[in-house]
């Protein structure tokens, strides 16, 4: 609550200040015309059956056409009005500060998210994270509209209401409706907390389903290779079942609770009413009296009913919140220095300066690996399946650091420059490409939003794939799907390399740009890789030797470690890791050597 409260009043935002104190002033406007309602209702009756009211009577008594108490019951409907009329203000009011309030929590959620490490995302199922900012999001939302409109107003009208029964009759009829109200909180919300179990392994079993849901739908190509549809529904089922049993419970359970509610409400009514009954019978009080003590119970009843469901959904939401604010309480493993410059003009020297790197400090992956590319120039990297090619390209772009050594542009170690300047001067054409469910324009204009259409054409006509854009039914405004699962492999990639073509970085990065690809395509595609990475320092991470032969440089690596470095030729010369894997592939055998 602390957490969320200076979004409710932020600095700098008056106008959603004022709102608040507009909807606090209307709360207490809307309860001071509902507790009027039974004293209009307690005088008419006593006018229409004529009696004089009560001593305690402060609203006017007289008759109208016919006897009919005109004044108070025109009174009576208004006041029932102005309520109205204030409960809706105080909601239009509050509705841009609790508005304000989701969009900046979630806003800051998300973008704290994109700021936590890939580790932390490796590691996190996305569908579970998805639903816990949802299920956060919507608790504040429930927090607010029932903390402040539901909960905090009905205790006011409590003190008002005792208030005015110990100063028209006496302190007893002011007890028994105390006591009443304070029973029935007590028991509610001891039997509601009772309950909260249940409620939460239906959580726990909702989230899983979800999970389990959202990862088989991903997964959908996998599912279909393996024929595993039924194994997928049994387990998505067996999560729906435990969700249903423990549902079961919290409605069973429920209804016991609305019996013993009912039973509290019940005796506190007849309580008052045979206190208020005995007063009529003694001539100190009226029917209107006994029919206002009857009312004002029942008034407050009414919104009592729910408190069961409000508290618990309120103890809900307060988990739901602490467990979304509990992601902004994450750690960056990666930030930004004090002090970090940004890279400005870079000429695109990159150097690794004896880097040791693991993603598991016990299993170290790169090991003492030093090269420089010179602006301009093009390196390879080639070598067996887990030989770390691909780890450099995410040290690079600093989504890890090295655990000893750096990693430099320029001569500056990445951990003195600002993240965004480094990936800014960096363009990657990754291994495996996933494309946002959008159009193919979209896609390709992520590598700049801003361009224009023209430049969008024309980075699709360097990386090959104009033609087939062009070819679709709906061109360029052709959705790709979830993960561009409408599109193949190769189509995908070149889409990539499009994409990173738009970005034209100082330095390019080709992880695999073309292992989906054709020979036919493939060859077509090294050429415009070649266009694009003239003047460009250009660093190759390839299995398929064909694609670096024109390379400046090649370094071969193998268990984190380079163990031969040169050109193309001299590398054949040597007879080494690099000649065997050469043969193999020179005889289609595209199998990793031993290592």
Known sequence: MRTLLPYLWPKGMPIIRARVIGALVCIVLAKLSTVSIPLFYRDAVDALSGKAAS??????????IAGIPVALLVGYGLVRLLSVVFQQMREAFFARVAQHAIRTVALQTFRH??????????????GGLNRLIERGVKGIDFLLSFTLFNILPTLFEIVMVCGILWGLFDYTFALVTLATIIAYIAFTLTATEWRLKFRRNMNESDSRANTRAIDSLINYETVKYFGNEGHEERRYDWALRRYEDASVKSVTSLSMVNIGQGGIIAAGLVALMVLAADGVQAGRMTIGDFVLVNTYLIQLYMPLNFLGFVYRQIRQALTDMEDMFTLLNIPQEITDRPGAVRLEAPEGRLTFDHVFFGYDTRRPILKDVSFTVEPGRMLAIVG???????????LLFRFYDPQDGAVRIDGHDLRDLTQKSVRAAIGIVPQDTVLFNDTIEYNIAY?????STEEIRRAAEMARIHDFITALPDGYDTVVGERGLKLSGGEKQRVAIARAILKAPRIML???????????????IQASLK?????????VIAHRLSTVVDADEIIVMRDGSIVERGTHKSLLAEEGLY??????QQQGDDTDPPV
């Open 55 to 64: 001593e305690g009577s402060f609203l006017p008594t007289a008759m109208g």
């Open 579 to 584: 000649l065997e894997m050469w043969r193999r």
């Open 113 to 126: 998210l994109h700021a936590l490490s890939l580790r932390y995302h490796l590691e996190r199922q996305t």
């Open 510 to 524: 080709f992880d695999e740009a073309t292992s989906a690809l054709d020979t036919a395509t493939e060859r077509e």
């Open 531 to 539: 266009e694009v990475s003239t003047g460009r320092t250009t660093l």
């Open 447 to 451: 590598g700049r939003p801003d361009a």
């Open 384 to 394: 067996p399946s887990g030989a770390g090619k691909s780890t450099i390209s995410r």
